[in-house]
């Protein structure tokens, strides 16, 4: 018995070991500092008065009673939701279209992959470009066809639905290598199982191979809802926020009150809205995707 | 192989002829210099916040100190824009909440009150007051609004610019305009007159500046406040408030004048000048050398004042050099040494002259060579009358967040077409949250 515990306590002081090393990375670089946004949180401080004012959950109140707060997290939902029902659907079809072994599928997977190698900044920069009113080639390309484009990052209206345009067009390559990774590994065997059974090509990819599909989609879910939960570089680059807080998105926000305003106590007790936000949001795809997620 | 060793003297003797002829103005430590720095120079830092050309002109300036000053020497390192939260100030709020801030900082104008509040400031009132050349009264009348705080002086000028108006004289004689406008009302009659054409090829009579900046100055010209007295309510809303602004919006409605928006609206506004898109801009005295390459010989230009309208004021815009608290007493004299050769006549004509900011001291106003320029620079001349109308800021260490506010008002204004009284007392209310802490 003595020997049996000292072998079990052997293996745990072997396995604490061996995650040593990652654990203690992870609390200097994690732990410590999310603990102390959460005691910046409770103070109204500029990171360099002397003194800082305790005002326990005062941050938190003023965020959820702030209309700008408000307007970013609108804007941020708006931005996720657009970023899911937009890039998953869209990936999945270039995916099975590429899976199908056309000609030039290669060139294909290229180029649509090209732009998520791009720098964000670079990429904001250069559609900050397109969407000029007075000289951008969209509204040149709508004028052609008689159509007055609008001033896409000047107006309330539109300035949002370009950022999600712009980062559409950044991320989708991802998720389309994704779901392509996720579609050559579906087990040729069922496909053709289904076949004998007498499946068409329409009944073995909604039976056989989404399912088989459902971790790829599962994956791609949380990380497309993290994505888009901390857009920041877009915003920054190509309306800093504006019109009047029209593309302000929950991480803009966290750094306008922080860098902008010296607000450090706002900002972090947003950080920590964000963080359980995004907790949440995992936390419920994961039981739902208990669900619907098919692991082999 | 000696041979080999005199070429290898007489190249480095010519890279170093080289080297001195591309900077004539260079000059070398004299003897008695050099036996004094025998000693290790005093190594002091220096952070600014100018990009582009303009760090190039910094760092020719700082060159040019450390090559006449043996015993010192200045690293100046450039961290990003330096205007009010760039990237300038927000790794200088990292650097001494860590202990590591630099010796010298420029300091947007409007940010002082954040720094020096929190005491992470040198006092320089004692400095200015045993200064040769950096005293109070040394400095043109309306210089100095930005640099104190509570009475005490924590800055001196540095990068000093004010808001003027650009107007586009080729189109101001086609129209029959005799000289650019002085008050609003005129401005009003004018961007009408001005106005022509259709489409792609209209251009516009006047061109606002959506930025906090000159909404400053249209408060205070308009008779209003920005602040109560005691710093603790945003009054920037009232009917007089936004006189101005309400008239630069229904030009704008009626069609006689055009905004820029998006992140690069300044540049771009800049720009719509240059070419000619609009016949009057509001922009800063700073960017003046940036129109004249760009306009080079398209048009004839000029600058007038910013317009008045119950009166005139105009806000300090650029930076000012602070020395942070807590910087050893060796490298606080050097720094001040730095700072001071920095403002004198000869550097400070040099750097307005190299960079389109304006001279910081009063007299350069009697130097023959500098009348010359401004003789054939006349643009100069209108900032510098206007140096006298500025007005201080409010001086509240929240000041920088409550311009976040107006600049999201503004944008409701100018770009969104939002009603003016509204959208202005809404961002009232959002700084008063934040000046009373609730």
Not at chain 1, 82 to 95: C, E, K, M, W, Y
Request: glycine share 8%; hydrophobic share 50%.
């Amino acid at each position: 018995m003595i020997i049996k515990n000292r072998l079990l306590l052997h293996n745990a002081l072997a396995g604490w070991l061996f995650i040593l090393p990652g654990l203690a990375a992870l609390t200097l670089f994690v732990f410590i500092p999310a603990g102390y946004v959460v005691f910046l949180s409770l103070l109204r401080w500029n990171l360099i008065d002397v003194n800082a004012q305790f005002v326990g959950l005062g941050n938190y109140s003023h965020l959820f009673a702030s209309q700008s707060f408000q307007q970013a997290l609108s804007n941020t939902l708006i931005l996720g939701v657009g970023q899911i029902v937009i890039l998953l659907p869209l990936g999945l079809l270039l995916a099975v279209l590429l899976d199908m072994g056309l000609r030039g599928t290669r060139i294909y997977r290229t180029v649509m992959f090209g732009p998520y190698v791009l720098p964000l900044v670079a990429s904001g920069l250069v559609w900050t470009l397109l969407y000029n009113p007075g000289f951008g080639l969209i509204n040149q390309v709508l004028g052609w066809a008689h159509i007055s484009g609008p001033d896409w990052l000047g107006s309330s209206g539109f300035a949002l639905l370009a950022v999600l345009i712009m980062t559409v067009w950044q991320y989708l390559g991802y998720y389309m290598l994704i779901f392509l990774g996720g579609l050559q590994n579906v087990s040729a065997v069922l496909k053709e199982a289904a076949a004998i059974d007498g499946a068409n090509d329409r009944q073995t990819f909604w039976h056989v191979t989404l399912p088989a599909l459902s971790p790829s989609l599962f994956f791609a879910l949380i990380i497309c809802t993290i994505q888009a939960f901390q857009t920041f570089d877009q915003v920054y680059v190509m309306t800093g926020g504006g019109p009047d807080g029209a593309t302000t998105t929950l991480v803009y926000y966290i750094f306008d009150e922080g860098f902008q305003m010296y607000n450090i106590g706002t900002a972090s007790a947003a950080s920590m809205v964000l963080l359980v936000l995004l907790a949440l949001l995992t936390w419920l795809q994961v039981r739902l995707g208990r669900r619907w997620v098919v692991e082999e | 192989m000696v041979a080999k060793r005199l070429t290898k003297f007489s190249a480095t003797v010519l890279a170093l002829t080289a080297l001195l002829a591309v900077d004539g103005a260079v000059q070398l430590p004299s003897a008695a210099a050099m036996k004094k720095s025998s000693k290790a120079p005093v190594q002091v830092s220096f952070w600014y916040g100018l990009g582009g050309q303009l760090g190039n002109d910094v760092q020719s300036m700082v060159a040019r100190f450390n090559a006449t000053h043996p015993g010192i020497h200045v690293t100046a390192t450039y961290q990003g824009s330096y205007s009010g939260g760039g990237p300038e100030q927000q790794k200088l709020l990292a650097a001494i909440r860590a202990g590591d801030a630099p010796d010298v900082a420029q300091m947007e104008v409007h940010s002082m009150p954040v720094f020096a509040a929190a005491g992470r400031l040198l006092p320089l009132t004692h400095l200015m007051a045993a200064s040769k050349s950096d005293k109070p009264g040394d400095f043109l009348t309306g210089m100095l609004v930005s640099t104190q705080y509570k009475g005490v002086y924590y800055g001196v000028p540095f990068n000093r610019s004010v808001p003027v108006l650009f107007y586009n004289k080729s189109m101001f004689a086609k129209a029959h305009i005799a000289s650019p406008p002085a008050t609003w009302a005129q401005v009003m009659v004018d961007a009408k007159k001005l106005t022509h054409g259709s489409g792609h090829s209209k251009v516009y009579g006047f061109e606002p500046l959506v930025d906090w900046w000159p909404w400053e100055a249209s408060v205070w010209s308009g008779g209003g406040h920005i602040l109560s007295k005691n710093l603790s309510q945003a009054q920037f809303a009232t009917p007089a408030a936004t006189r101005i602004i309400s008239m630069e919006q229904t030009l704008l409605k009626q069609g006689y004048a055009v905004v820029q928006t998006g992140p690069q609206y300044w540049t771009e506004t800049t720009q719509a000048f240059i070419h000619g898109q609009v016949a009057m801009d509001i922009d800063s005295i700073g960017d003046s050398g940036e129109v004249a390459k760009g306009v080079g010989k398209s048009f004839q230009w000029g600058t007038a004042m910013f317009p008045a309208d119950v009166m005139r004021a105009v806000p300090p815009g650029g930076g000012d050099a602070v020395i942070l608290a807590g910087t050893p007493a060796a490298q606080q004299k050097a720094a001040w040494t730095f700072i001071q050769w920095w403002t004198a006549a000869p550097q400070t004509i040099h750097w307005s002259e190299m960079t389109g900011y304006v001279p910081v001291q009063k007299s350069v106003l009697n130097i023959p060579s500098y009348k010359a320029y401004l003789h054939a620079h006349p643009q100069f001349a209108t900032a510098l009358a206007e140096l006298k109308f500025q007005h201080a800021a409010p001086p509240s260490p929240q000041y920088l967040s409550v311009l976040q506010y107006v600049q999201n008002a503004l944008q409701g204004v100018f770009d969104l077409r939002q009603p003016v009284a509204s959208t202005m007392q809404n961002a009232a209310k959002q700084a008063d949250s934040q000046l009373s802490g609730n």
